[in-house]
Protein backbone atom coordinates (compact mmCIF):
# COMPACT_ATOMS: atom_id res chain seq x y z
CA UNK A 1 0.00 0.00 0.00
CA UNK A 2 1.48 3.31 -0.95
CA UNK A 3 1.67 6.01 1.87
CA UNK A 4 2.00 9.11 -0.33
CA UNK A 5 -1.18 11.63 -0.93
CA UNK A 6 -2.31 10.27 -4.08
CA UNK A 7 -5.70 9.58 -5.38
CA UNK A 8 -5.87 6.36 -3.97
CA UNK A 9 -4.84 7.55 -0.71
CA UNK A 10 -7.13 10.34 -0.59
CA UNK A 11 -9.81 8.46 1.99
CA UNK A 12 -6.50 7.47 4.31
CA UNK A 13 -5.81 11.27 4.08
CA UNK A 14 -9.02 12.44 5.67
CA UNK A 15 -9.33 10.05 8.02
CA UNK A 16 -6.02 10.74 9.33
CA UNK A 17 -6.12 14.21 9.21
CA UNK A 18 -8.95 14.01 11.00
CA UNK A 19 -7.29 12.15 13.80
CA UNK A 20 -4.71 14.82 13.92
CA UNK A 21 -6.82 17.68 14.04
CA UNK A 22 -9.22 15.97 16.80
CA UNK A 23 -5.77 15.70 18.77
CA UNK A 24 -4.80 19.26 18.77
CA UNK A 25 -8.14 20.10 19.22
CA UNK A 26 -8.41 18.08 22.51
CA UNK A 27 -5.31 20.03 23.84
CA UNK A 28 -6.30 23.51 22.74
CA UNK A 29 -9.21 22.52 24.88
CA UNK A 30 -7.40 20.70 27.82
CA UNK A 31 -4.26 22.81 28.28
CA UNK A 32 -4.17 24.73 31.57
CA UNK A 33 -0.62 26.07 31.18
CA UNK A 34 1.47 27.49 28.91
CA UNK A 35 4.10 24.54 29.11
CA UNK A 36 4.52 21.40 30.34
CA UNK A 37 7.52 22.25 32.73
CA UNK A 38 9.25 19.16 31.97
CA UNK A 39 13.00 19.82 32.77
CA UNK A 40 15.39 19.41 29.55
CA UNK A 41 17.02 16.05 30.76
CA UNK A 42 13.40 14.53 30.43
CA UNK A 43 12.57 16.01 27.55
CA UNK A 44 15.52 14.70 26.17
CA UNK A 45 15.31 11.10 27.40
CA UNK A 46 11.62 11.18 25.76
CA UNK A 47 13.64 12.38 22.38
CA UNK A 48 16.41 9.85 22.51
CA UNK A 49 14.57 6.82 23.27
CA UNK A 50 12.48 6.83 19.84
CA UNK A 51 13.95 4.75 17.35
CA UNK A 52 14.40 6.11 14.17
CA UNK A 53 15.46 3.01 12.19
CA UNK A 54 13.13 0.35 12.63
CA UNK A 55 10.45 -0.48 11.34
CA UNK A 56 7.54 1.93 10.62
CA UNK A 57 4.90 1.94 13.59
CA UNK A 58 2.14 3.08 11.11
CA UNK A 59 0.37 6.77 10.74
CA UNK A 60 -2.03 6.56 13.01
CA UNK A 61 -0.28 5.34 15.48
CA UNK A 62 2.97 7.87 15.01
CA UNK A 63 0.43 10.35 15.38
CA UNK A 64 -0.57 9.12 18.91
CA UNK A 65 3.41 9.24 19.65
CA UNK A 66 3.40 12.71 18.41
CA UNK A 67 0.68 13.77 20.45
CA UNK A 68 1.93 12.36 23.58
CA UNK A 69 5.42 13.60 23.13
CA UNK A 70 5.27 16.94 21.05
CA UNK A 71 1.80 18.85 21.96
CA UNK A 72 2.37 16.99 25.30
CA UNK A 73 5.50 19.15 25.86
CA UNK A 74 4.83 22.11 23.80
CA UNK A 75 4.78 25.71 24.29
CA UNK A 76 1.19 26.73 23.36
CA UNK A 77 1.02 31.01 22.36
CA UNK A 78 -2.33 30.98 22.42
CA UNK A 79 -2.37 30.68 26.68
CA UNK A 80 -2.92 33.88 28.19
CA UNK A 81 0.22 33.04 30.55
CA UNK A 82 2.54 32.82 27.69
CA UNK A 83 4.14 36.50 27.31
CA UNK A 84 7.55 36.13 26.51
CA UNK A 85 8.13 36.70 22.86
CA UNK A 86 7.11 37.79 19.27
CA UNK A 87 4.96 34.94 18.86
CA UNK A 88 1.14 35.03 18.21
CA UNK A 89 -1.89 32.64 18.46
CA UNK A 90 -2.83 32.00 15.14
CA UNK A 91 -6.26 33.39 13.02
CA UNK A 92 -8.36 30.14 12.09
CA UNK A 93 -8.76 30.92 8.23
CA UNK A 94 -5.08 30.84 8.07
CA UNK A 95 -4.81 27.20 9.83
CA UNK A 96 -7.19 26.10 7.30
CA UNK A 97 -4.84 27.19 4.47
CA UNK A 98 -2.03 26.02 6.08
CA UNK A 99 -3.44 22.13 5.70
CA UNK A 100 -3.60 23.28 1.95
CA UNK A 101 -0.50 23.91 1.70
CA UNK A 102 1.08 20.87 3.31
CA UNK A 103 -1.44 18.97 0.98
CA UNK A 104 -0.96 20.04 -2.33
CA UNK A 105 2.97 21.35 -1.50
CA UNK A 106 2.80 24.00 -4.10
CA UNK A 107 6.22 25.69 -4.60
CA UNK A 108 5.83 29.50 -5.86
CA UNK A 109 9.56 29.98 -7.28
CA UNK A 110 8.17 29.47 -10.65
CA UNK A 111 5.07 29.94 -12.22
CA UNK A 112 4.84 26.54 -13.89
CA UNK A 113 4.65 25.35 -10.69
CA UNK A 114 2.84 27.48 -9.01
CA UNK A 115 0.22 28.76 -11.80
CA UNK A 116 -2.62 30.72 -9.98
CA UNK A 117 0.00 30.54 -6.18
CA UNK A 118 2.29 32.82 -8.04
CA UNK A 119 -0.85 35.58 -9.34
CA UNK A 120 -2.21 34.99 -5.50
CA UNK A 121 1.33 36.09 -4.65
CA UNK A 122 1.67 39.24 -6.54
CA UNK A 123 -1.66 40.36 -5.92
CA UNK A 124 -1.39 40.40 -2.10
CA UNK A 125 2.43 42.27 -2.57
CA UNK A 126 0.40 44.79 -4.32
CA UNK A 127 -1.75 45.07 -2.14
CA UNK A 128 0.49 45.23 0.96
CA UNK A 129 2.68 47.56 -1.23
CA UNK A 130 -0.36 49.79 -1.25
CA UNK A 131 -1.25 49.82 2.09
CA UNK A 132 2.37 51.21 3.09
CA UNK A 133 1.80 53.63 0.41
CA UNK A 134 3.99 52.33 -2.69
CA UNK A 135 2.45 53.27 -5.41
CA UNK A 136 4.36 51.07 -8.53
CA UNK A 137 5.87 48.39 -5.26
CA UNK A 138 7.00 45.41 -5.63
CA UNK A 139 8.27 42.62 -3.52
CA UNK A 140 8.48 39.07 -2.75
CA UNK A 141 7.72 36.70 0.20
CA UNK A 142 10.28 35.39 2.54
CA UNK A 143 10.86 33.11 5.64
CA UNK A 144 10.83 36.19 7.96
CA UNK A 145 12.56 38.95 8.79
CA UNK A 146 15.60 37.96 9.49
CA UNK A 147 15.70 37.05 5.73
CA UNK A 148 13.78 40.27 4.67
CA UNK A 149 16.58 42.58 6.32
CA UNK A 150 19.30 40.34 4.75
CA UNK A 151 17.44 40.55 1.23
CA UNK A 152 17.01 44.86 1.73
CA UNK A 153 20.47 45.34 2.68
CA UNK A 154 22.07 43.35 -0.23
CA UNK A 155 19.51 45.45 -2.67
CA UNK A 156 20.90 48.31 -0.43
CA UNK A 157 24.91 47.09 -1.46
CA UNK A 158 24.29 46.56 -5.13
CA UNK A 159 22.84 50.13 -5.66
CA UNK A 160 25.55 51.30 -3.70
CA UNK A 161 28.20 50.01 -5.41
CA UNK A 162 26.54 50.33 -8.82
CA UNK A 163 26.73 54.59 -8.12
CA UNK A 164 30.21 54.50 -7.42
CA UNK A 165 33.78 54.18 -9.51
CA UNK A 166 35.86 52.42 -7.23
CA UNK A 167 36.57 49.00 -7.98
CA UNK A 168 34.26 46.07 -6.10
CA UNK A 169 36.52 44.62 -3.47
CA UNK A 170 37.48 48.40 -2.71
CA UNK A 171 34.24 49.87 -2.11
CA UNK A 172 33.28 46.76 -0.23
CA UNK A 173 35.50 47.29 2.79
CA UNK A 174 34.42 50.68 2.86
CA UNK A 175 30.53 50.29 2.82
CA UNK A 176 28.84 51.59 5.85
CA UNK A 177 24.91 51.00 7.50
CA UNK A 178 23.16 53.10 9.79
CA UNK A 179 21.39 51.43 12.89
CA UNK A 180 20.69 52.12 16.98
CA UNK A 181 21.32 49.70 19.67
CA UNK A 182 17.71 48.85 19.55
CA UNK A 183 17.85 47.60 15.53
CA UNK A 184 17.32 44.04 15.04
CA UNK A 185 20.37 41.76 15.35
CA UNK A 186 20.02 40.57 11.66
CA UNK A 187 21.38 44.14 10.73
CA UNK A 188 25.03 43.13 12.06
CA UNK A 189 24.62 39.21 10.96
CA UNK A 190 23.44 40.73 7.00
CA UNK A 191 26.73 42.98 7.31
CA UNK A 192 28.95 39.63 8.01
CA UNK A 193 27.08 37.91 5.43
CA UNK A 194 27.00 40.56 2.95
CA UNK A 195 30.92 40.31 3.00
CA UNK A 196 31.33 44.40 4.25
CA UNK A 197 34.15 45.27 7.26
CA UNK A 198 33.99 43.88 10.78
CA UNK A 199 33.13 47.77 11.62
CA UNK A 200 30.62 48.30 8.58
CA UNK A 201 27.55 48.72 10.78
CA UNK A 202 27.55 52.18 12.83
CA UNK A 203 25.47 52.67 15.94
CA UNK A 204 23.75 55.77 15.70
CA UNK A 205 22.31 57.71 18.87
CA UNK A 206 18.88 57.72 20.37
CA UNK A 207 16.43 59.73 21.95
CA UNK A 208 17.00 57.80 25.49
CA UNK A 209 13.70 56.12 24.76
CA UNK A 210 15.54 53.57 21.79
CA UNK A 211 14.09 55.64 19.00
CA UNK A 212 17.01 57.23 16.44
CA UNK A 213 18.16 60.18 16.52
CA UNK A 214 17.47 62.04 12.81
CA UNK A 215 19.46 64.63 13.92
CA UNK A 216 22.66 62.02 15.04
CA UNK A 217 21.98 60.29 12.35
CA UNK A 218 22.69 63.19 9.56
CA UNK A 219 26.03 63.97 11.57
CA UNK A 220 26.91 60.22 11.60
CA UNK A 221 26.11 60.04 7.72
CA UNK A 222 28.51 63.51 7.05
CA UNK A 223 31.45 61.98 9.24
CA UNK A 224 31.46 58.63 7.34
CA UNK A 225 31.55 60.75 3.99
CA UNK A 226 34.01 62.58 5.58
CA UNK A 227 36.44 59.97 6.29
CA UNK A 228 35.70 58.45 2.57
CA UNK A 229 33.45 55.86 3.16
CA UNK A 230 30.94 54.89 1.49
CA UNK A 231 26.94 55.21 3.30
CA UNK A 232 24.73 51.91 1.64
CA UNK A 233 22.33 52.27 4.24
CA UNK A 234 20.03 53.77 6.91
CA UNK A 235 17.79 50.81 8.89
CA UNK A 236 14.98 52.33 10.17
CA UNK A 237 13.03 50.06 12.77
CA UNK A 238 8.88 50.69 13.16
CA UNK A 239 8.42 48.59 16.25
CA UNK A 240 11.70 47.50 18.23
CA UNK A 241 11.92 44.28 19.45
CA UNK A 242 12.47 44.82 23.47
CA UNK A 243 10.51 48.23 23.58
CA UNK A 244 8.26 48.47 20.83
CA UNK A 245 9.29 51.94 19.89
CA UNK A 246 8.83 53.24 16.34
CA UNK A 247 11.70 55.27 14.65
CA UNK A 248 11.04 58.41 13.15
CA UNK A 249 10.45 57.46 10.20
CA UNK A 250 9.67 60.96 8.20
CA UNK A 251 13.23 62.83 9.86
CA UNK A 252 14.67 60.01 8.68
CA UNK A 253 13.71 59.90 5.50
CA UNK A 254 14.42 63.58 5.06
CA UNK A 255 18.13 62.55 6.25
CA UNK A 256 18.17 59.77 3.64
CA UNK A 257 17.33 62.12 0.56
CA UNK A 258 19.45 64.51 1.67
CA UNK A 259 22.14 62.16 1.28
CA UNK A 260 21.07 59.72 -1.06
CA UNK A 261 21.67 57.17 0.95
CA UNK A 262 18.66 54.05 1.00
CA UNK A 263 16.56 53.74 3.47
CA UNK A 264 15.21 50.58 4.78
CA UNK A 265 12.24 50.12 7.41
CA UNK A 266 12.46 46.89 9.64
CA UNK A 267 8.81 47.31 10.46
CA UNK A 268 8.36 42.92 11.08
CA UNK A 269 6.73 43.64 14.38
CA UNK A 270 4.69 46.76 13.61
CA UNK A 271 3.45 45.46 9.93
CA UNK A 272 -0.08 45.60 12.19
CA UNK A 273 -0.30 49.28 12.37
CA UNK A 274 -1.11 48.81 8.30
CA UNK A 275 -4.15 47.89 8.98
CA UNK A 276 -4.84 49.57 12.20
CA UNK A 277 -7.14 52.03 12.26
CA UNK A 278 -6.45 54.49 15.51
CA UNK A 279 -2.89 53.79 14.67
CA UNK A 280 -1.94 53.94 11.63
CA UNK A 281 -0.62 57.55 12.17
CA UNK A 282 2.65 55.78 13.92
CA UNK A 283 3.90 54.60 10.21
CA UNK A 284 4.17 57.71 9.13
CA UNK A 285 6.76 58.57 6.18
CA UNK A 286 7.30 54.58 5.34
CA UNK A 287 6.16 55.39 1.99
CA UNK A 288 9.53 57.12 1.55
CA UNK A 289 11.62 54.14 2.89
CA UNK A 290 13.22 52.60 -0.37
CA UNK A 291 12.24 49.20 1.12
CA UNK A 292 10.66 47.89 4.09
CA UNK A 293 10.51 44.64 6.10
CA UNK A 294 7.21 43.51 7.07
CA UNK A 295 6.41 39.74 9.56
CA UNK A 296 2.41 38.54 8.83
CA UNK A 297 3.38 36.23 11.94
CA UNK A 298 3.89 38.74 14.77
CA UNK A 299 0.88 41.32 13.99
CA UNK A 300 -0.96 39.76 11.17
CA UNK A 301 -1.53 36.94 13.48
CA UNK A 302 -0.32 34.10 10.67
CA UNK A 303 1.18 31.23 11.21
CA UNK A 304 5.20 30.68 10.32
CA UNK A 305 6.45 31.50 8.41
CA UNK A 306 4.91 34.11 6.65
CA UNK A 307 6.61 37.52 5.66
CA UNK A 308 7.68 39.94 2.95
CA UNK A 309 9.90 42.39 1.86
CA UNK A 310 8.53 45.05 -0.26
CA UNK A 311 10.20 47.32 -2.39
CA UNK A 312 9.02 51.12 -3.64
CA UNK A 313 10.73 50.65 -6.94
CA UNK A 314 10.52 47.28 -9.17
CA UNK A 315 13.58 47.51 -10.33
CA UNK A 316 15.58 47.36 -7.30
CA UNK A 317 14.73 44.10 -7.17
CA UNK A 318 16.62 43.31 -10.33
CA UNK A 319 19.70 43.88 -8.28
CA UNK A 320 19.65 40.08 -6.74
CA UNK A 321 18.25 37.84 -9.75
CA UNK A 322 20.30 34.96 -10.97
CA UNK A 323 19.87 32.61 -14.54
CA UNK A 324 19.35 29.40 -14.57
CA UNK A 325 18.18 27.70 -17.83
CA UNK A 326 15.98 25.30 -16.19
CA UNK A 327 14.01 28.16 -14.23
CA UNK A 328 13.48 31.65 -16.06
CA UNK A 329 14.79 30.95 -19.77
CA UNK A 330 14.97 33.81 -21.91
CA UNK A 331 11.91 33.11 -24.05
CA UNK A 332 9.80 32.72 -20.56
CA UNK A 333 7.74 35.72 -20.00
CA UNK A 334 6.02 34.44 -17.12
CA UNK A 335 6.26 35.68 -13.80
CA UNK A 336 8.84 33.94 -11.90
CA UNK A 337 9.36 34.79 -8.73
CA UNK A 338 12.34 33.08 -8.06
CA UNK A 339 14.03 35.81 -10.16
CA UNK A 340 13.15 38.33 -7.27
CA UNK A 341 13.72 36.22 -4.28
CA UNK A 342 16.63 34.74 -2.45
CA UNK A 343 15.03 31.47 -2.13
CA UNK A 344 14.53 28.83 -5.00
CA UNK A 345 11.73 26.62 -3.62
CA UNK A 346 9.48 28.42 -1.22
CA UNK A 347 6.13 27.64 -0.02
CA UNK A 348 3.20 29.12 -0.83
CA UNK A 349 3.41 31.23 2.12
CA UNK A 350 0.78 34.07 0.81
CA UNK A 351 -2.70 31.10 0.82
CA UNK A 352 -2.64 31.83 4.73
CA UNK A 353 -2.89 35.91 4.49
CA UNK A 354 -4.88 35.96 1.29
CA UNK A 355 -7.63 32.89 3.09
CA UNK A 356 -7.33 35.39 6.71
CA UNK A 357 -7.89 38.40 4.49
CA UNK A 358 -11.05 36.63 2.73
CA UNK A 359 -12.87 35.83 5.95
CA UNK A 360 -11.90 38.53 8.73
CA UNK A 361 -11.25 41.65 6.66
CA UNK A 362 -8.20 43.96 7.11
CA UNK A 363 -9.95 45.96 9.73
CA UNK A 364 -10.52 42.93 11.70
CA UNK A 365 -6.87 41.99 12.09
CA UNK A 366 -6.17 45.73 12.63
CA UNK A 367 -8.42 45.72 15.58
CA UNK A 368 -7.05 42.50 17.49
CA UNK A 369 -3.47 44.57 17.14
CA UNK A 370 -5.26 47.46 18.35
CA UNK A 371 -6.57 45.41 21.35
CA UNK A 372 -3.30 43.90 22.47
CA UNK A 373 -1.82 47.50 22.17
CA UNK A 374 -4.55 49.00 24.48
CA UNK A 375 -3.66 46.12 26.72
CA UNK A 376 0.01 47.11 26.96
CA UNK A 377 -0.73 50.13 27.90
CA UNK A 378 -2.81 49.12 30.54
CA UNK A 379 -0.76 46.78 32.09
CA UNK A 380 1.72 49.66 31.99
CA UNK A 381 -0.33 51.54 33.91
CA UNK A 382 -0.91 49.07 36.31
CA UNK A 383 3.15 48.08 36.83
CA UNK A 384 3.76 51.88 37.19
CA UNK A 385 1.48 51.94 40.30
CA UNK A 386 3.03 49.14 42.04
CA UNK A 387 5.28 50.04 44.29
CA UNK A 388 6.97 46.60 43.95
CA UNK A 389 7.37 46.89 40.10
CA UNK A 390 9.43 49.22 38.61
CA UNK A 391 8.30 50.65 34.53
CA UNK A 392 11.29 50.21 32.48
CA UNK A 393 10.12 53.00 29.49
CA UNK A 394 6.91 53.13 27.53
CA UNK A 395 6.10 51.07 24.59
CA UNK A 396 4.14 52.25 21.51
CA UNK A 397 2.89 48.93 20.84
CA UNK A 398 2.32 45.73 22.89
CA UNK A 399 5.92 45.21 24.94
CA UNK A 400 5.92 45.61 28.97
CA UNK A 401 9.26 46.35 30.32
CA UNK A 402 9.79 45.86 34.12
CA UNK A 403 11.68 45.10 36.77
CA UNK A 404 10.51 43.51 40.37
CA UNK A 405 11.65 44.53 43.84
CA UNK A 406 10.15 43.48 46.92
CA UNK A 407 10.27 45.46 49.96
CA UNK A 408 13.33 45.22 51.20
CA UNK A 409 15.32 44.12 48.31
CA UNK A 410 18.28 46.93 47.14
CA UNK A 411 18.49 47.73 43.64
CA UNK A 412 21.53 45.61 42.75
CA UNK A 413 19.64 42.35 44.33
CA UNK A 414 16.57 43.43 42.12
CA UNK A 415 18.35 42.84 39.07
CA UNK A 416 20.00 39.56 40.01
CA UNK A 417 16.27 38.58 40.55
CA UNK A 418 15.66 38.99 36.68
CA UNK A 419 16.77 35.50 35.33
CA UNK A 420 15.75 33.76 38.59
CA UNK A 421 12.41 34.56 38.08
CA UNK A 422 12.34 34.17 34.30
CA UNK A 423 14.10 30.69 35.15
CA UNK A 424 11.64 29.46 37.53
CA UNK A 425 8.28 30.95 36.10
CA UNK A 426 9.48 28.45 32.84
CA UNK A 427 10.59 25.74 34.70
CA UNK A 428 6.90 25.58 36.60
CA UNK A 429 5.76 25.30 33.30
CA UNK A 430 2.53 28.15 34.80
CA UNK A 431 3.54 31.26 32.42
CA UNK A 432 6.57 32.36 30.67
CA UNK A 433 7.87 35.74 30.78
CA UNK A 434 10.69 36.89 28.59
CA UNK A 435 14.63 38.30 30.12
CA UNK A 436 16.30 41.12 28.05
CA UNK A 437 18.66 43.94 28.89
CA UNK A 438 18.43 47.78 29.01
CA UNK A 439 20.75 50.52 29.18
CA UNK A 440 23.20 47.90 30.97
CA UNK A 441 20.89 46.60 33.18
CA UNK A 442 18.25 43.44 33.19
CA UNK A 443 14.94 43.22 33.15
CA UNK A 444 11.71 41.11 32.33
CA UNK A 445 9.19 41.69 29.57
CA UNK A 446 6.02 40.72 28.72
CA UNK A 447 5.50 40.57 24.56
CA UNK A 448 1.35 40.53 24.91
CA UNK A 449 -0.03 39.24 21.34
CA UNK A 450 -3.02 37.55 22.31
CA UNK A 451 -6.37 39.68 21.79
CA UNK A 452 -8.31 37.17 24.13
CA UNK A 453 -5.49 38.05 27.07
CA UNK A 454 -7.89 39.83 29.27
CA UNK A 455 -6.17 42.13 32.51
CA UNK A 456 -7.08 39.72 34.86
CA UNK A 457 -4.89 37.26 32.97
CA UNK A 458 -1.80 39.65 33.25
CA UNK A 459 -2.20 40.37 36.67
CA UNK A 460 -2.09 36.74 37.60
CA UNK A 461 1.35 36.34 35.57
CA UNK A 462 2.45 39.51 37.75
CA UNK A 463 1.52 37.87 40.67
CA UNK A 464 3.34 35.14 39.63
CA UNK A 465 6.67 37.16 39.55
CA UNK A 466 6.11 38.47 42.85
CA UNK A 467 6.16 35.57 44.32
CA UNK A 468 8.97 34.21 42.63
CA UNK A 469 10.74 37.16 43.51
CA UNK A 470 10.04 36.73 47.06
CA UNK A 471 10.70 33.11 46.97
CA UNK A 472 14.14 33.61 45.77
CA UNK A 473 15.07 37.20 48.23
CA UNK A 474 14.26 34.53 50.94
CA UNK A 475 11.14 36.43 51.88
CA UNK A 476 8.51 33.82 51.18
CA UNK A 477 9.07 30.30 51.51
CA UNK A 478 7.26 27.58 49.79
CA UNK A 479 7.41 28.75 45.59
CA UNK A 480 5.34 26.24 44.25
CA UNK A 481 2.53 26.38 46.33
CA UNK A 482 2.99 30.24 45.69
CA UNK A 483 2.88 29.64 42.34
CA UNK A 484 -0.06 27.16 42.23
CA UNK A 485 -2.14 29.90 44.40
CA UNK A 486 -1.21 32.93 42.25
CA UNK A 487 -1.75 31.21 38.88
CA UNK A 488 -5.56 29.89 40.26
Known amino acids: MLDLLTRSTSDTYRSLIAQTSARVADRFETTTQPFSGASRAELQRLVDGVHLDGDGVGSSQAVREMDEMFLEHAVWFHHPAYTAHLNCPVALPA ?41 RGSGVFTSGGTQSNLHALLLAREATLAATSLPRPRALSRLVVFATASSHFSVGKSALLLGLADDAVVEVADDGEGRMDAAALANAIREVAASGRLPMAVVATAGTTDRGVIDPVDAIADVCDEHGVWLHVDAAYGCGLLVSARRRH ?36 AAGAWHADYLNPLENDEPNQVDVSLQTTRRFDALKLWVTLRALGPDHIGAMFDTVIDLAETVGDEIRADPEFELVGRTQLSTVLFRVRPEGVDEASSDTLVAGVRRVLFESGRALVAKTVIDGRPCLKLTLLNPETTLDDIRRVLAMVKDAATTLAGIAPDLDQALAEASA
Open 95 to 135: VAAETVLAAVNTSVDTYDQSAIGTLIERRLIDWAASRVGFT
Open 282 to 317: LLAGVERARSLTIDFHKSFFQPVSSSAILVREPHDL
